[in-house]
């Protein structure tokens, strides 16, 4: 695909996602993907060019791990890289895991992960459809270390460039990947590139 075929692409997803201001709090330009989501060939572009970011960081995995709820619509991307898919989710959804609490933008959370899901020592993918302070990424690291495996990097369809990185993520060594990057204080849809 030439630079210019890219773009229009990139241009494409872009339009199909809907800016909700003030949501879910005052001063927070929600970037809602569920448009995207209605139009199969579009996402399916969205997933080739998720799947190309990958390929092109060079990062090795053998799982992809998604967060509830939105991460799980990137389960796709484990099919095209031939790995496994794990669920990170909210507590009480699954029987056998650990629990990691963290605060984010709106309070505290929690996500859970099943002990034995994964093979002591695999290589773990994060997945996200939007990437803010990288609060939920820093859960997602520690709840795969509990379980004696390894994150090698996350990504998200979309970043929110301009917040203030999560404090305990700072210094952490991992790449954090994106397709689409916008300014988290504005409702343009204009990208940042």
Do not use: W
């Not at 773009?7 to 330009?29: C, M």
């Not at 994964?118 to 509990?146: F, H, P």
């Amino acid at each position: 695909m030439s630079q210019e075929d890219e773009k229009t692409v990139l241009d494409a997803i872009s339009s199909s996602i809907d800016i909700v201001k003030d949501f879910p709090k005052e001063g927070i330009y929600f970037r809602n993907i569920s448009p995207l989501l209605t139009n199969h060939n579009l996402f399916q572009e969205t997933l080739k060019m998720m799947a190309k970011c990958i390929v092109n960081s060079g990062l090795e995995f053998d799982y992809i791990a998604g967060m509830e709820s939105r991460g799980f619509l990137f389960i796709q991307l484990a099919n095209m890289f031939k790995c496994g898919f794990v669920m990170l989710r909210k507590p009480k959804k699954l029987p056998n895991v650990v629990t990691f609490t963290y605060e984010k933008e709106y309070g505290s959370d929690s996500l859970t992960i099943e002990k034995n899901v994964m093979r002591k020592g695999s290589r773990v993918l994060i997945v996200d459809d939007l990437i803010a302070t990288c609060g939920t990424i820093y859960a997602a690291m520690n709840l795969v270390k509990m379980v004696e495996c390894d994150v090698v990097g996350a990504i998200g369809l979309i970043e929110l460039d301009g917040l203030p990185i999560y404090e305990p993520f700072r210094g952490c060594d991992m790449p954090v990947l994106s397709v689409l990057k916008y300014p988290f204080d504005s409702d343009s849809p204009e990208r940042v590139i």
